[in-house]
């Protein structure tokens, strides 16, 4: 670990134990005040720290914002894990479920069909980020000064005749989602299998992770599969509250 890492995490580990100022920081850490404020600079740029009016330093919110996504995340697959069963139990098709982990969404629960037909994807395995619905409503939730450098990295390999095979059509396609709160793989993934995708809400009301039905065309045409939205979004739903999420009443 580099020294200016290890630093500014010891930073953050004295702040955890309360506010402090420049002075007791350096003296904890056995670093120059010049060096112990250069970095403190840093991480309340990037909202980790920040000083109040008598210059004594805090932890940011992102720390807290992070701290909530993970524990999103650490328990996402215990707390969906019945209402997945049940939805599986009571429709038969191939239920997902996928978070984002780094700068990849894996499947982290999957349900099989009550039929014979099994797709590719399997637990621990990365979605691909281009043509899968579990990916498109994930990466929505981003906001755009974080999602267009990401989307810029990624991999646009064609898997089928109708992969979306470039940023700008990936944009729109994400503004689409954004609108109408879910997304469709209509055979982009792998051929004859369509998919349609909800999201998974923490209790900072982020997307922490996505929910997802598979149909190949040979036991429903597209069509039918849309008549699995209403069902599949209530169970989006039912997680989301589980997870502590508290949706806005409109008034």
């Keep these: 670990m580099s020294q200016s890492v290890a630093r500014a995490l010891h930073l953050l580990i004295q702040l955890g134990n309360g506010p402090a100022t420049l002075d007791e920081l350096a003296q904890s850490t ?69 978070a984002m982990e780094g700068n990849d969404i894996v499947y982290i629960d999957k349900l099989e069909s009550h039929d014979q037909i099994r797709m590719f994807s399997r637990i621990g395995l990365s979605a691909n980020l281009n043509s899968t619905a579990v990916a498109k409503v994930i990466l929505a939730d981003l906001p755009d000064a974080e999602l267009r450098p990401f989307v810029a990295t990624m991999d646009f390999t064609r898997r089928t005749p109708n992969t979306i095979t470039t940023p700008e059509a990936f944009l729109a396609e994400i503004d689409k989602v954004r609108a109408q709160g879910w997304a469709q793989d209509r055979e982009e993934n792998e051929p004859s299998i369509n998919c349609i995708g909800v999201p998974i809400r923490g209790a900072s009301g982020r997307v922490v992770a996505a929910v997802s039905v598979s149909v190949p065309n040979v036991v429903l045409p597209f069509e039918e599969v849309l008549d699995l939205l209403g069902p599949l979004q209530e169970v989006g739903e039912r997680i989301s509250r589980d997870c502590g999420y508290l949706p806005t009443v409109k008034s």
Excluded: C, M, W
């Design 30 to 98: 056995g670093v120059h005040k010049t060096t112990v404020l250069r970095l403190l600079r840093t991480l309340a740029d990037e909202r980790f720290t920040f000083r109040d009016q008598s210059n004594r330093y805090h932890l940011g919110s992102r720390v807290f914002e992070l701290a909530a996504r993970g524990t999103d995340q650490r328990e996402i697959r215990a707390i969906a894990s019945p209402h997945l069963v049940a939805f599986n139990r009571a429709y038969g098709r191939t239920t997902h479920l996928a």
